[in-house]
Each structure stands twice: as structure tokens, then as C-alpha cells.
């Protein structure tokens, strides 16, 4: 059972690594933001599959907060100051 | 009735696995952002909760079991989140060229 | 298997790197460094520091990321740059750093093996505190004196950080809400919240036994507070706010009164009395999360933009 | 050979080469703010190596000596501080040289103090 788990887990980093490298190559910006989504679900789900092949509750807790920054860092969509009205601005500070 | 157990976890794991794979397909083969956009939030998240609905049963304490679940809600809430901030930010950056 | 699934992150955390080095987009960059930060939090995981992973990814995601993305914006097209180096300077630049690499290298290889270890020494410290999980033994009680120190460091940046305000406005409160918040923005900062600090004090909680602590709960903290503040759900506090101060300087006051204490009533500086170590230990973390949730959320908020409210 | 490939060894080889590149990114690279990722990346590369000699330092029933973990965690938060001072005084920076012209501080309302 942890070798096929291990395997199933090995399987999602290399299908998450293939789209993490197609998203950040790509000529649209909007895509390239999608990383942190796809690391967050695929990592979590890594990390889950690994921690019950190990045995070690621990490692769920560490999919816990990956899962949660992946959600916190969607904040990073609406820090681009293109994003509200006022663009090609980026001193309208205050 | 372990071994039954067993049997479920790996078809529902693998069937999460097959679902990211699908994901990545999608991503790099789907024609617009859009649908791009689409593949990734719900074919992953769709996998990762096969995945712990398969990890359950494994699970070794009520607490364990629940922490999973929370898993895989916080995934959702962000994919939800990320996915509709994403897809405004493309609809507004088509509609400017 | 496993060491399969080792090879295969080791290659696509090099892969990583290299791309955030390489990539010209100065925001596609930081974009792949967050998602650098995450991927070494399973790294971690494999090199059975699940407390490190935790610290990573809290830090990762929710520190590093959001400061380097506000200031990629804030910068955007007026960022410092200096004369790029000439080919023959970069390849120069490059061997010497492929022999710095390969000399640490050779060191990882080198060492000792049985490598030498302070596991015994640090194990027999954690029976005389009551604690489960031996790296907080080693936070707070083997090695205390580098925990109280680098408390003292973070709150030396963020005076660094305080003290960039231009002289009219300085006490005041930094800018981090948009011009605008979306929707879903201000709906995430209403859901996730719960979660984070529920989360939050279960690592705080979970912290004397298991992977977990002060650090990781604090920087949760963190983090949800500045969602909330991003969202502008709430407003940033003044610089010059007394509970602002208060409870920045509070982990540290109590951490530091408790290690005095120890003169009279224990060993020595920073020694714990026979018996009390578990609940002095809490007491100090529960005191230093805090401190450390509202310096970082305050470091990532930066120096004031707004005059302090009177 | 199978050596080599133990976590503890592996990843301490991979932290060797994040070390040198983000050595290179300092040194090279035009834009300042890279130049802090650099910082970072550097960063973990040395922490990657302080994991990888404690996980070989495993004894006394711990899978890891924890003094080496306790002190990345340590160095992990410190890092991040050294990051966020070097942000603010680049923004600052970046302020103070492009509003040469124009009021340098952000237009904000003078208190009288």
C-alpha cells in the first residue's frame, strides 16, 4: 500500500511539474499566475498521499497551510496596478 | 474487509491521479485561456477530492479525517476565489485590445 | 519509489530556480519564486523537517510573496536598475559561483559519516522541559537565547522599515488596500479568516507536542490579518498606536522577564524552574505569536503613507 | 552510488546549486528587486544544506537532530526580515529618484507636528 501510494504521488508532482512549467511559459500574463493554484491543489494532494504512505500525521498539517497560502496568495491577482480603473499609473500611490 | 478497504482507496486515488492528469491535458492542449483556466480549477480539484476521499478510510483518528476534509475545502475556496479574480482580469484584458 | 519521487523534485526545484533567475518578466519571476517557496515545503517534508515545511510555506506564501509582488507593482517601470554584466562577465561570474556550488557540494559529500549530531545532547534538554516536540525544546529552551535575539531582530527591521516614512507623516498607518477591491477579493477575506486563525491557534496549540509553534501560528496570523486589511475590511493600524507597540513589544518584554526570572528562582539567565518549564514555555509562546503576527503583517505592510489619526 | 541518493545527501547536493545560482542573480542580474529574490533564493539553498546535514544527523529515537532544523526555522523568519527592510528602502529609493523634480513624499496631509 505506501508503494503505491508513493507512486500515485510521484504521478500528481509530475503531472503538476509539467503544467507548472507550460503556465509559466506562457505569453499570457493572466496564465502565468495560475502556478500558485496548481501547486497549491497538486502539491496538497502530493503531500496528503505521501503522509499516509509515511505514516506521519504531521505531513497533513503542512497540506493544511499549503492549501490555505495557495488561497491567501490569490491576493496577489489584485495587487497588479493595472487591475482598478486608473491604469499605466503606478504612482497614483497617494 | 481490510483488503476491501484498501481496494476502494486505491481506485478512488487513482482515479484523482488520472483526473490531474486530465488537468495538465487540458491545460496544454485547450485552445484559449479560458477553457485553460477551466481544466485546471475543476479537474484538479475534483482529483484532490477523490484523493481524500480515498485517504479516509486510512485516516487514523476522527481529527485526521477532519483535517482532511479541511484539505480539501480550502482548496476549493481558492480555486473558486482564484479562478473568478483570473477570468475577470482576462475578460478585461480582451475587451482592451 | 521514493527515491524516485526525490530525484524528481530535486530536478524540478533546480529547474525552478533557474527559470526565476532567467525569466525577463520581473512579475513572472516573483510569480515562480512563490511557487519555489511551496515547493520547498514538500522538500522539507522528505527531509523529515515537517516544522521547517511549515515555517516555508507559511513564510513562502504568505510573507515573501505578497511583499515582493507589492513592490513589483509599486515599482513597475521605474525599478533601480544597474549596467547589466558583459557575456564575458556573467560566464566570469558564472564559473565562480559553479565552484562555490561545487565546493559546498563536496562538503555535503564529505561529512562524516555517522554525521556528527547534537540530537542526544538536545534530547536529554527536552526531558527537563515537558515538551513532545523537540525542535520547540530546542526553540525555547536548548537554544532560547537564539529564539530571544531574533525576536529582537525582526522588531530592528521593522524599525529599519518605520523609520523610511518621510518625517510629516511619521506614526501613521501604511497603505495596503487597492484602489479598488473586487468581489471575490472582499469575499475570500470574509471566508478565509476563520479558517486561518482557527489554524492558526491549532499550530500555536499542537506547538508543544508536534510539528508546529509560534512561528508558523504567527505567520497564519499574519497573513489573515492582512487579508482582512488588503480587503479593507479593516483599516491599518497607526505606527504610533499604544496596542500596536504593546503587542509587538509583549512576547519579547514577557520572554525577557521570564529569562531575568531565572536568576533568582532557577539556574540562570534564561533557565526554568524545576517543574514550571511547560507552562512558562506556553505562556512565553503564546505571547511571542502574537508579537511575531503583528510584526510581520507589519513588515509586509511597509513604512507609513497616511499621517496618524489625531 | 545509492548513497548519493539518501534525502540527506540528495537535497544537500541541491541546495550546493541554489546556492550558485542565486549567488549568480545577485551578482549578474540588472534589476535590483531580482537581486533580493536572489538573496532568497541563496537563502535556501544554505538552509537546504543545514537540512540535509541534520537529517543525517538523526539519533536519540529523532528522525533529525532538531538543532539544525530549530536554527533554519530561526534563519527563515530572520531572512524574511532582512527581505522586507530591503524592499522598503528600494521603494523609497526608486521614490526619491523619480519625484527629483516633484515633492519626493507622498502627497499626503501634513500634520502640524
Known amino acids: 500500500m505506501p508503494e503505491f501510494l508513493a ?40 503531500l496528503l498521499l505521501l503522509g499516509a504512505a509515511s505514516g506521519s500525521p504531521a505531513t497533513i498539517d503542512v497540506a493544511l497551510l499549503l492549501a490555505l497560502f495557495a488561497a491567501f496568495a490569490c491576493v496577489a491577482f489584485v495587487l497588479d496596478p493595472a487591475e482598478p480603473a486608473g491604469e499605466d499609473s503606478p504612482e497614483e500611490q497617494p | 474487509m481490510n483488503g476491501l ?53 486510512q485516516a487514523e483518528s476522527v481529527s485526521g479525517g477532519l483535517k482532511l476534509i479541511c484539505v480539501w475545502l480550502l482548496a476549493q475556496i481558492s480555486a473558486a476565489t482564484a479562478s473568478q479574480l483570473l477570468a475577470r482580469k482576462i475578460h478585461r484584458d480582451e475587451g482592451r485590445s | 519509489m521514493m527515491v524516485l519521487l526525490d530525484l524528481a523534485l530535486a530536478a524540478w526545484l533546480l529547474a525552478l530556480a533557474l527559470h526565476v533567475v532567467m525569466e525577463r518578466n520581473e512579475r513572472s519571476a516573483i510569480i515562480a519564486f512563490l511557487a519555489l517557496g511551496l515547493l520547498l515545503g514538500l522538500v522539507w517534508v522528505r527531509l523529515a523537517a515537517p516544522d521547517v515545511a ?16 507589492r513592490a513589483e507593482a509599486a515599482l513597475r517601470g521605474r525599478g533601480k536598475h544597474e549596467e547589466g554584466a558583459t557575456r564575458g562577465g556573467k560566464l566570469a561570474v558564472a564559473a565562480g559561483c559553479a565552484v562555490i556550488s561545487a565546493g559546498l557540494g ?62 510629516g507623516i511619521w506614526g501613521g498607518a501604511p497603505e495596503v488596500a487597492p484602489a479598488a477591491v473586487p468581489g471575490p477579493l472582499a469575499w475570500l ?27 508558523q501560528a504567527g505567520t497564519v496570523l499574519a ?34 522577564a521570564i529569562a531575568f526570572l531565572g536568576f533568582i528562582v532557577a539556574d540562570g539567565f534564561l533557565a526554568y524552574p524545576e517543574g514550571f518549564a511547560k507552562p512558562l514555555i506556553v505562556a512565553i509562546e503564546a505571547a511571542l505569536t502574537l508579537s511575531v503576527a503583528a510584526a510581520l503583517a507589519m513588515l509586509v505592510a511597509g513604512p507609513a503613507r497616511k499621517a496618524p489619526a489625531r | 552510488m545509492t548513497a548519493v541518493l539518501q534525502p540527506g545527501v540528495l537535497f544537500g547536493l541541491c541546495g550546493a546549486v541554489l546556492v550558485g545560482i542565486g549567488l549568480f542573480a545577485i551578482v ?17 539553498g544554505i538552509f537546504l544544506v543545514f537540512g540535509a546535514v541534520a537529517r543525517r544527523g538523526a539519533g536519540a529515537g529523532l528522525d533529525a537532530d532538531p538543532v539544525p532544523q530549530a536554527l ?34 507622498p502627497a499626503a496631509p501634513r500634520s502640524e507636528t
Not at chain 2, 490531474?20 to 483556466?37: E, Q
Not at chain 3, 532560547?144 to 529582537?152: H, I, S
Not at chain 4, 531580482?34 to 535556501?44: E, H, P, T, W
Open chain 4, 28 to 44: 549578474t542580474h540588472p534589476a535590483l528587486l531580482r537581486r533580493i529574490v536572489g538573496c532568497n533564493i541563496l537563502g535556501a
Open chain 3, 189 to 215: 477575506a470574509r471566508i478565509l479568516p476563520p479558517f486561518g486563525v482557527v489554524i492558526g491557534v491549532y499550530m500555536f496549540w499542537v506547538g508543544a507536542d508536534a510539528p508546529g509553534g509560534t512561528f
Open chain 2, 5 to 57: 478497504v484498501d481496494i476502494a482507496t486505491m481506485v478512488l486515488v487513482s482515479m484523482g491521479a488520472v483526473l490531474f492528469l486530465a488537468g495538465a491535458l487540458g491545460l496544454l492542449r485547450f485552445p484559449d485561456t479560458l477553457s485553460r483556466l477551466h481544466a485546471v480549477s475543476k479537474a484538479d480539484n475534483l482529483g484532490l477530492g477523490l484523493i481524500v476521499m480515498g485517504l479516509l478510510p
Open chain 3, 106 to 167: 563536496f562538503a555535503v559529500l564529505a561529512l562524516a559519516s555517522p554525521a556528527p549530531t547534537l540530537a542526544p545532547a538536545a534530547s536529554d534538554a527536552i526531558a527537563a522541559t515537558g515538551l513532545g516536540n523537540p525542535v520547540t525544546a530546542v526553540l525555547l529552551a536548548y537554544r532560547a537565547l537564539d529564539t530571544l535575539l531574533e525576536k529582537v531582530v525582526v522588531l530592528l527591521a521593522l524599525v529599519g522599515i518605520w523609520s523610511l516614512a518621510p518625517d
Open chain 1, 7 to 46: 507512486a500515485a504521488a510521484l504521478v500528481i508532482l509530475a503531472v503538476t511539474a509539467v503544467a507548472l512549467f507550460r503556465v509559466l511559459r506562457s505569453r499570457v500574463a493572466a496564465e502565468r499566475m495560475m502556478a500558485v493554484q496548481l501547486l497549491g491543489t497538486g502539491g496538497a494532494g502530493a
Open chain 3, 223 to 256: 497573513a489573515m490579518w492582512l487579508l482582512v486589511i488588503m480587503a479593507g475590511l479593516l483599516p491599518p493600524p497607526d505606527a504610533a498606536s499604544p496596542a500596536l507597540r504593546l503587542v509587538l513589544v509583549g512576547g519579547p518584554a514577557l520572554f525577557l
Open chain 3, 54 to 69: 511549515l515555517t516555508e510555506i507559511a513564510i513562502g506564501g504568505g510573507g515573501t510573496g505578497i511583499l515582493l509582488l
Open chain 4, 72 to 105: 533554519v526555522i530561526t534563519g527563515i523568519v530572520v531572512a524574511f526580515s532582512a527581505s522586507a527592510l530591503a524592499v522598503a528602502l528600494l521603494k523609497r529609493l526608486s521614490e526619491l529618484s523619480v519625484g527629483e523634480g516633484r515633492a519626493a513624499e
